[in-house]
């Protein structure tokens, strides 16, 4: 139901874009949500966009990271930008209906200081 893809490994200071493609059913009217976790650590909520494309970031992302939709795609982007080394875990995307809680599979970023 959702694939994240757009991982890899980068410098310090440097940018990736992630992916999160939803089937148009789960797609359509639902915020969606960029979870990262690192080893040894809990999984945290880094960014959310609404149905209607209004975004909220955790702070340590704030102005560094930008959300965005394409509805005709049925995607969400998230643009990180700025990257640190404590930006490195996996990020996984999660849109939730009444009755389920769908994950993508997961994408790992790693930032090399």
């Known amino acids: 139901q959702l694939q994240a893809s757009g991982g890899g490994l980068v410098q310090a200071g440097g940018s990736l874009r992630l992916s999160c493609e939803a089937s148009?059913?789960?797609?359509?009217?639902?915020?969606l949500r960029w979870y990262r976790q690192a080893p040894g650590k809990q999984r945290e909520l880094v960014a959310v966009?609404?149905?209607?494309?209004?975004?909220t970031y955790e702070d340590s992302v704030k102005g560094r990271f930008t959300l965005s939709r394409d509805n005709a795609k049925n995607t969400v982007y998230l643009q990180m930008n700025s990257l640190k080394p404590e930006d490195t875990a996996r990020y996984h995307c999660?849109?939730?209906?009444?009755?389920?809680?769908?994950w993508g599979q997961g994408t790992q970023v790693t930032v090399s200081s």
């Open positions: 999660n849109m939730q209906t009444a009755s389920n809680d769908y």
């Open positions: 148009r059913s789960l797609f359509f009217s639902r915020s």
């Open positions: 966009i609404g149905a209607g494309g209004v975004t």
